[in-house]
């Protein structure tokens, strides 16, 4: 189990949620159904969108960036935690291992991106809205996107380099269900504070600056809102920016949660941060479609007629 004088082992081994190994063949069942909901319910939001003429509007092409970021995030861990679920299987390469962090955390951080366009998005539909589709083209559209994912992939890049030249010369068992950046340098031997560094300052720039920028702009909204003299017209703002908000808390908290736990959560029982964890990469995808899409009247009645 030691991998004395090698720079990095040949693989690791992914212990699932430690403390409740007895319970995983049980536990899985709820996550298999949670990660099938995710999948089709994001897929039916790609599909159409695609296929809908109607639905070829900047929220909507929001929206869709959500749903394959949800994909992307969701199909990373969901298949390799089921297997160790069920199938006991908890070997993992190293490349695969990096690979799978790149992808949590570079398309975490672009999923940050997103929702940061889709609150400028609900900002010029409610304060500006005579601005609103000159400023929302399909080509401003496309460069928000393409600046959300550059800045996600571009910050978080560097972080899964870092871990690939780290020297691992001790255990190769992850305490976590799947290649969490911290749950892997801590496995490391040598000095890794430049990894712990880095990874909280990446961390704390896409959080911090996205959540000081969407709070700006629902204080904006919410100024803009309260202005309103009717008050249907308040409650049809209101209704149209709350399924944003709760798509946003459903996202970072915990998210942060089981960052800074992994850190600093030392009386955080080790079962419950990772349980948090695997929930945080399936709750989000599997609610989003249902908070946001079934709430926007053009797919809800697409949906309904399908049904």
Not at 117 to 123: E, G, I, L, N, Q
Not at 145 to 161: N, Q, S
């Amino acid at each position: 189990m030691a991998f004395l004088n090698h720079s990095s082992p040949s693989s690791f081994i992914l212990t699932g949620i430690p403390g409740l190994e007895v319970a995983h063949f049980w536990i899985a069942f709820p996550f298999c159904a949670m990660y099938f909901l995710a999948v089709l319910g994001n897929v039916t939001v790609l599909l159409l969108v695609a296929m809908e003429q109607n639905l070829h509007l900047p929220m909507f092409y929001f929206l869709s960036m959500l749903a394959a970021l949800d994909l992307v995030l969701t199909t990373s861990t969901m298949p390799k935690l089921l297997s160790i679920f069920w199938l006991q299987s908890h070997e993992i390469v190293f490349e695969g291992c990096v690979v799978q962090m790149f992808f949590i955390h570079g398309f975490s951080a672009v999923e940050s991106g997103v929702l940061l366009a889709m609150a400028f998005d609900r900002y010029l539909a409610i304060c500006r809205p005579l601005h609103y589709w000159a400023v929302l083209t399909s080509s401003t559209i496309a460069k928000l996107f393409l600046a959300a994912v550059v800045r996600g992939l571009g910050l978080m890049a560097p972080l899964t380099c870092m871990v690939s030249s780290l020297s691992y010369c001790g255990p190769r068992v992850v305490a976590h269900s799947y290649c969490e950046h911290m749950a892997v340098v801590k496995l490391a031997c040598g000095d890794t504070r430049p990894n712990n560094i880095y990874g909280l300052t990446a961390a704390t720039v896409v959080v911090g600056s996205d959540s000081i920028l969407i709070a700006a702009s629902y204080t904006l909204i919410l100024r803009a809102v309260m202005g309103l003299s009717s008050k249907e017209a308040r409650l049809k703002s209101f209704g149209t920016c709350s399924s944003h908000v709760c798509v946003i808390l459903l996202f970072y908290m915990p998210g942060l949660f089981s960052f800074y736990a992994q850190r600093w959560g030392r009386s955080i029982p080790e079962h419950l941060h990772i349980l948090v964890a695997d929930l945080y990469l399936l709750v989000p995808p599997m609610l989003n479609p249902l908070i946001y899409g079934m709430r926007a009247e053009p797919i809800r009645e697409r949906v309904l007629n399908l049904v």
